[in-house]
């Protein structure tokens, strides 16, 4: 069974402190994983789209990995307006749900000053 | 702009009402979805529609419909089937060999 699984559920960290997400997947041929961040009562918002292994992507403070079982994503000194639901989901290339995006159920991040 | 219209931002449905959530979309996009999000749950996918007039259920399809008409429009009715309709509801589209969706701003849902 296609499956996401997030972590931390919830991270707090200080302004300027340096962390990461996981995101953990199995997927059945994967064609595409993919970054969300989503503020409250919005819809998501599209970050990054990581296709292989080994390939990196970076936007400002944010940096996306990919492996063959999970992505991470890198919050260089981060800023308060940083604080979001960070949401990742994949893209299986075939079985029952080929082509749907299947998303974990989040991080909840907040940066305090 | 381009983007994806989600009308409205709030609804309120008494118990045993059909409602109708609008999502209509300028992007040019063949794909589009319909997800529901509750609190501490992933998104969900309810239904969703590839080309005009073909639609299929997604994983909880049980007391929702939709229609496809035009390529721009998918509309979402939720019916008095559905057993617990109150929760976020997401729009979003894609290009049908694209990769990654556009979202709508979101309808939430809540029965009185």
């Known amino acids: 069974e296609d499956q996401v699984t997030q972590s931390p559920e919830a991270l707090r960290l200080q302004e300027g402190e340096s962390s990461s997400l996981n995101c953990s997947y199995t997927?059945?041929?994967?064609?595409?994983l993919f970054w969300y961040r989503q503020d409250p009562g919005k819809g998501p918002e599209f970050l990054f789209t990581?296709?292989?292994a080994g390939e990196e992507k970076e936007k400002e403070r944010l940096k996306a990995t990919l492996t063959k079982k999970e992505s991470f994503l890198h919050i260089t000194a981060p800023k308060p307006e940083d604080s979001a639901t960070y949401l990742c989901?994949?893209?299986?290339?075939?079985?029952?749900?080929?082509?749907?995006?299947?998303f974990g159920k989040g991080t909840k991040l907040s940066v305090k000053p | 702009d381009g983007g994806i219209t989600q009308s409205p931002k709030y609804l309120f449905r008494k118990e045993g009402q059909n409602v109708t959530l609008s999502c209509e979309q300028n992007?040019?996009?063949?794909?589009m979805y319909w997800y529901r999000q509750d609190p501490g749950q992933g998104l969900r996918l309810i239904y969703y529609?590839?080309?005009?007039?073909?639609?299929q259920k997604g994983d909880i399809a049980e007391g929702y419909s939709v229609s496809r008409e035009k390529k721009e429009s998918f509309p979402l009715t939720v019916t008095s089937a559905q057993k617990n309709p109150t929760a976020f509801y997401l729009c979003?589209?894609?290009?049908?060999?694209?990769?990654?969706?556009?979202f709508g701003s979101g309808t939430r849902l809540t029965v009185v």
């Open positions: 992007l040019n996009h063949d794909a």
């Open positions: 989901a994949v893209q299986a290339g075939y079985g029952g749900s080929q082509g749907n995006l299947i």
């Open positions: 979003a589209s894609s290009l049908y060999d694209n990769y990654g969706y556009t």
């Open positions: 529609s590839q080309i005009v007039n073909d639609f």
């Open positions: 990581l296709y292989s």
């Open positions: 997927v059945s041929g994967l064609r595409g």
